[in-house]
């Protein structure tokens, strides 16, 4: 069975461009969630969309934004980047909605912001 | 403040030692992950309970959800055990429990 895939794995881009990330859930798996990790401020909650909808929303600004399509896939932009935005983006599917049912993380994606 | 604390943050063991790592949360949650972390990146979902403990291999978590504190567990370390293990509940926050908060994660190293 196939693993959580993230694509692409390492991106650089300069302050201003806009990114947009993507994650492939496990075979079956309804949920994805989206999390960012910075030395300053660990692993951080983006959101997480069930069934083609967000259902739970960290604390981002606005610039950060996903989508789930029909069949789980999900993707997040981020526009107007930012030095801060420079970070590893990890995306995880887990069968139901919500934080109690066991995740599964993809590798993640690196993002570098000049 | 951190809904979620870790301790310690750093911790060096020799090989065959017992580890344990904790973690207490003030949120009020119903289950608590455990995860672990590679250099690389790549997170690996150890265990995911909600009461009493469980145990996989040399690993056994611990949770008592009335006191909001739970242990993890390794025994007769191993250099491979290496990595940051990162506690995670989820938040309360909004009403909506789903957002994971997570622990800054204590970095393991054990030496041969």
């Known amino acids: 069975k196939a693993g959580v895939t993230q694509t692409p794995r390492y991106l650089i881009k300069t302050r201003g461009q806009q990114v947009t990330l993507s994650c492939s859930p496990i075979s079956g798996h309804r949920s994805v969630s989206w999390y960012q990790q910075t030395p300053g401020q660990g692993l951080q909650f983006l959101f997480e969309y069930f069934s083609e909808t967000q259902r739970n929303k960290g604390n981002f600004p606005g610039r950060f934004s996903g989508r789930q399509f029909s069949n789980s896939r999900s993707e997040m932009n981020v526009s107007t980047l930012e030095l801060g935005d420079s970070a590893l983006y990890l995306c995880a599917s887990s069968v139901g909605q919500g934080a109690g049912g066991e995740l599964f993380f993809g590798e993640g994606s690196r993002l570098t912001v000049l | 403040k951190n809904e979620v604390e870790q301790s310690p943050q750093n911790l060096t063991a020799q090989e065959g030692e017992f580890i344990t790592i904790n973690c207490s949360y003030s949120?009020?949650?119903?289950?608590l992950h455990w995860l672990q972390q590679h250099p690389g990146g790549g997170i690996v979902s150890l265990f995911m309970?909600?009461?009493g403990k469980k145990k996989h291999g040399r690993l056994i978590a611990t949770i008592n959800i009335q006191e909001k504190h739970s242990s993890l567990h390794i025994t007769a370390s191993h250099p491979r055990d290496s990595a940051v293990y990162i506690c995670?509940?989820?938040?309360?926050?909004?009403?909506?429990?789903?957002?994971?908060?997570f622990g800054k994660g204590t970095k393991l190293s054990v030496k041969p």
């Open positions: 949120v009020g949650i119903s289950a």
């Open positions: 995670a509940g989820p938040s309360n926050y909004g009403g909506s429990q789903g957002n994971l908060i």
């Open positions: 309970l909600s009461s």
